[in-house]
């Protein structure tokens, strides 16, 4: 996984872009384990990922299923990732694991 570094203009248009197919790492994003396995929840990944192809990594998969909902520009609509809860094993007291995911932009 390579990183690189983009610059924009004031008028918010690329100046310079050093990504590699990778993309510019974001953040790391953590889904808590817990609560219904029928709700589905959306983590907003903020304004830096407007106008941008998101990538998702996953470091650690846990009990959860997810997709990534790439934003809209015209709408100014961030990007972010809607998530649910697996249902756990019915009449089983498991440990339910959290899920560890980094976010690329490019």
Wanted: no cysteine.
């Amino acid at each position: 996984m390579a990183y690189g570094m983009q610059i924009y203009n004031t008028d918010n248009s690329l100046a310079y872009d050093s990504t590699s197919p990778g993309g510019v790492f974001l953040r790391f994003v953590e889904l808590e384990a817990g609560g219904d396995t029928g709700t589905v929840f959306y983590f907003d990944l903020g304004t830096e990922s407007l106008g941008k192809t998101i990538i998702l990594y996953p470091l650690f998969l846990g009990d959860h299923g997810f997709s990534i909902i790439q934003g809209n520009v015209s709408s100014n609509q961030n990007a972010s990732i809607a998530w649910y809860n697996v249902s756990a094993t019915p009449g089983t007291a498991v440990a339910r694991n959290n899920t560890i995911i980094m976010v690329f932009a490019k």
